[in-house]
């Protein structure tokens, strides 16, 4: 039996002596108190306390078809009866391992149609640096190992991953980046952008891989990665010339270039891939989160035809795989969470109903006048905050100084809104009704306001 009265004292008196969190300061965290969440349904999350939110960051932008999802979870239960675990190491699959693969292909584009599982993104993009330079060792190429990526980009927490990606804060713990990954700056026209129009910015960011590349030696570089948008980093858009050019590069360098489609798949940005909104064909992709709504984690690498044939063709052996690569449990409720999306329409839906309803009532906050910018992509939106809109300016007060102040706000309003730097930014569930599009935009307009009032307290804007 479900039931919804927990003991807030005890867990949290549990969580604080033994839970270490994730990207948290321990210390801190114990002192203020966890939030424990209970349940949830569609679009809501409820904690111990009884309260409920919108949840607008879908979990953690994963829960794509909502909570409470009976299918997904009798479709897991019958499978744990009939085949809990088996491996696909040596010489053996499973039913849902076999479908899955192939669904995978059928629901991406072009000829990405060879999968290798993991069990989220962070694994998948490990997988990922030795599968691209293994393909290039086996063409004959093995001076090909370098992957050129971004500043700002965030692409996993495994020491491959966190490599990859561009925070600094995590290259400082662990003596990061490891060898052979170099990154370039990342398409920011808000803050990085200065006097340039979008478009001639967005093409001055993508020539620094080319830069980069004729730095390096084109002989030396195996992969370009970049997430479509980029999504921890503050929901980064690029500019639409970005990525065509960054593809011609890549092309004209013979560099393969690996769209991380970990936040941006399964419809986040309006079509099934990000790569398809911003009109590229990467060689591989790295999926998780969406591919089962965070039903059960699962992630992979896929990889084009190209790709697959000389890795197949010349490769021998992969010496790489995971005890959890292709978990039937986990690749059944991803079965199962991609064909509601495929049945339901969801991604056509948000792409055409309610992603355009939300995307105006998005941008329309950008006339809040802590606002600089609203910008949103499909269903993945920031807000910048700024103390003067012409001059897209920092607040004097440290960052994070407001945003933190904006989120306080926004949950205690009944809204899970997120802090990235200066900016606000959500994700909600792809299945968002208009009704709780416009509960969201009320509730984000009282924490906006609370923003606005703090920094004009503290003498910082009128
Ligand atoms: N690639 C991208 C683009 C991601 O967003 C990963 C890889 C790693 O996936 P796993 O499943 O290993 O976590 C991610 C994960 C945040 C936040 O603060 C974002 C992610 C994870 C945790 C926090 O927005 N994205």
Known sequence: MLTNSYDTQEL????????????????????????IITRAEGVYIHDSEGKSYIDGMAGLWCMNVGYGRREIVDAVARQMMELPFYNTFFNTT??????LSAKLAEVTPGTLNHVFFSSGGSDANDTNI??????????GKPSKKTIIARKNAYHGSTVGAASLGGMTYMHEQGDLPIPHITHISQPFWYREGGDMAPEAFGLARARELETEILRLGAENVAAFIGEPVQGAGG????????????????????????????ICGFGRTGNWFGHQTFGFSPDIITVAKGMSSGYLPIGASIINDRVAEGLIEKGGDFNHGYTYSAHPAAAVAALENLRILQEEKIVERAAQETGP?????????????????????????????????????????????????????????????????????????????????????????IALDAAHKAARDAGEMD
């Not at 030795?130 to 063409?139: A, G």
């Not at 980064?236 to 393969?256: G, N």
């Open 94 to 99: 499973h039913p849902p391992a076999a479908r």
């Open 130 to 139: 030795r599968l691209v330079r293994h393909y290039w060792h086996s063409m």
């Open 357 to 445: 309803y939300l995307q105006e009532r998005w941008k329309a906050l950008g006339d809040h006048p802590i606002v600089g910018e609203a910008r949103i992509c499909g269903m993945m939106g920031a807000l910048e905050l700024t103390p003067d809109k012409k001059a897209r300016s920092r607040f004097k007060a440290p960052i994070y100084t407001y945003s933190l102040a904006c989120r306080t706000a926004s949950i205690n309003a009944g809204l899970f809104m997120r802090a990235v730097n200066d900016s606000m930014i959500i994700s909600p569930p792809l299945v968002i009704t208009k009704a709780e599009i416009d509960l969201l935009i009320d509730r984000a307009t």
């Open 235 to 262: 929901v980064i858009i690029p500019p639409a010339t970005y990525w065509p050019e960054i593809e011609r590069i890549c092309r004209k360098y013979d560099i393969l270039l690996i769209a991380d489609e970990v």
């Open 12 to 35: 949290r008196a549990l969580d604080a002596a033994h839970h270490l969190h994730p990207f948290t300061d321990t210390k801190q965290l114990n002192e203020m108190g966890v939030r």
